[in-house]
Each structure stands twice: as structure tokens, then as C-alpha cells.
């Protein structure tokens, strides 16, 4: 006869084995759901001042002034191995100083069950668009582009771009006026 010791071991591993199983399968009935939604992104107001970054040298940076508007629908991606998104909207750029410069403007995260069809006007962003020069003033091709990562119950942690980006440019001149 097995002892209460032995025999709780197996009940744990077993139960351990089979609720392994299940979260594999959790994770492998998702594994090839595509995430991709449309996103319209479209910029209301663009401007650009050149002032002292007091984070780090004192030097004069440009710093620029959006408002957006965003306009998607991600319920379909909540199915139920997915716990939460985390939203954010990117600025992408080159410049002299740099091949590729990318800088995170806002960003929201959005739980199951809460409403995921977004319909922003006019939102002003999160976190402010610095450059590390003056390579806004009169930049042409800046591209707005959405993304976001999936926190699913079991399994990988993807990174999704959205269909859909924006580009546009700065204007050819500083403002001097306070936003």
C-alpha cells in the first residue's frame, strides 16, 4: 500500500501534467490568428519649436506639437486567450544624425471586455516629440504608425503593426507663440 505522501505526489504531477496540456493547447489553438486590424490615422495640427531640452544638455532641440486622429476597431482581436492589449502610436524619421529615429507619441492599454472600438479626434499626445538636433523643422516624411502588443493568457508575446500609417511633414519654419 502507498502512503498519503505518495500518493498526493501523484495526484499533484499528475494534475501539474494535465494542466500543462491544457495551456498548450490554450496557446496552440491561437498560434496562427492573424492580429492585424485597419487603423485610419490621420494629424489635425502640426507644429514645431525649437527650445533648451533641460533633461540633458541645455542645447536647443526641436520639439514638436501634434494633434491626431485615430480611428480603429480591435475587438476582433480579443478572443480568449487574449487578456490585454497595449497600444501605442509611433513617429518614424530619418536624419543626418540618424538612419532611423522612432519616438513613441501615446499609448493606452485596453483590457478584455472594455470597449475596443477607438474613435479619437483631435488628441493631443502623451509624450512629447523631441528630436535630438533640429531635424524637424521642415521634415517631410515623418510616418505615424500603430501598434500593438498582445498579452495573451498562455504563450507568446506578439508585437503587431496596424494596416494603415500616416505620414506627413513640418513646417518649413519655427513658431514662437507658446502651444
Given at each position: 500500500?502507498?502512503?498519503?505522501?505518495?500518493?498526493?505526489?501523484?495526484?499533484?504531477?499528475?494534475?501539474?501534467?494535465?494542466?500543462?496540456?491544457?495551456?498548450?493547447?490554450?496557446?496552440?489553438?491561437?498560434?496562427?490568428?492573424?492580429?492585424?486590424t485597419?487603423?485610419?490615422?490621420?494629424?489635425?495640427?502640426?507644429?514645431?519649436?525649437?527650445?533648451?531640452?533641460?533633461?540633458?544638455?541645455?542645447?536647443?532641440?526641436?520639439?514638436?506639437?501634434?494633434?491626431?486622429?485615430?480611428?480603429?476597431?480591435?475587438?476582433?482581436?480579443?478572443n480568449?486567450?487574449v487578456?490585454?492589449?497595449?497600444?501605442?502610436?509611433?513617429?518614424?524619421?530619418?536624419?543626418?544624425?540618424?538612419?532611423?529615429?522612432?519616438?513613441?507619441?501615446?499609448d493606452?492599454?485596453?483590457?478584455?471586455?472594455?470597449?475596443?472600438?477607438?474613435?479619437?479626434k483631435?488628441?493631443?499626445t502623451?509624450?512629447y516629440?523631441?528630436?535630438?538636433?533640429?531635424?524637424?523643422?521642415?521634415?517631410?516624411?515623418?510616418?505615424?504608425?500603430?501598434?500593438?502588443?498582445?498579452?495573451?493568457?498562455?504563450?507568446?508575446?506578439?508585437?503587431?503593426?496596424?494596416?494603415?500609417?500616416?505620414?506627413?511633414?513640418?513646417?518649413?519654419?519655427?513658431?514662437?507663440?507658446?502651444?
Amino acid at each position: 500500500m502507498h502512503t498519503v505522501m505518495t500518493r498526493g505526489n501523484a495526484i499533484l504531477a499528475y494534475s501539474l501534467s494535465v494542466l500543462s496540456v491544457l495551456t498548450f493547447c490554450c496557446f496552440a489553438s491561437t498560434f496562427f490568428y492573424d492580429y492585424r486590424t485597419d487603423a485610419k490615422i490621420n494629424t489635425v495640427k502640426v507644429l514645431v519649436k525649437n527650445v533648451p531640452d533641460f533633461s540633458a544638455s541645455r542645447e536647443k532641440n526641436d520639439l514638436g506639437f501634434i494633434t491626431f486622429d485615430l480611428a480603429t476597431d480591435l475587438n476582433p482581436l480579443f478572443n480568449w486567450n487574449v487578456k490585454q492589449l497595449f497600444l501605442y502610436l509611433t513617429a518614424e524619421y530619418t536624419t543626418e544624425q540618424n538612419a532611423l529615429n522612432q519616438v513613441v507619441l501615446w499609448d493606452k492599454i485596453i483590457l478584455r471586455g472594455e470597449n475596443a472600438n477607438l474613435d479619437f479626434k483631435n488628441m493631443n499626445t502623451k509624450y512629447y516629440f523631441w528630436d535630438d538636433g533640429n531635424g524637424l523643422k521642415g521634415h517631410q516624411n515623418i510616418t505615424l504608425t500603430l501598434s500593438w502588443n498582445i498579452i495573451p493568457n498562455a504563450g507568446l508575446l506578439p508585437s503587431v503593426f496596424a494596416r494603415g500609417e500616416h505620414a506627413f511633414k513640418f513646417p518649413e519654419a519655427y513658431i514662437a507663440s507658446p502651444v
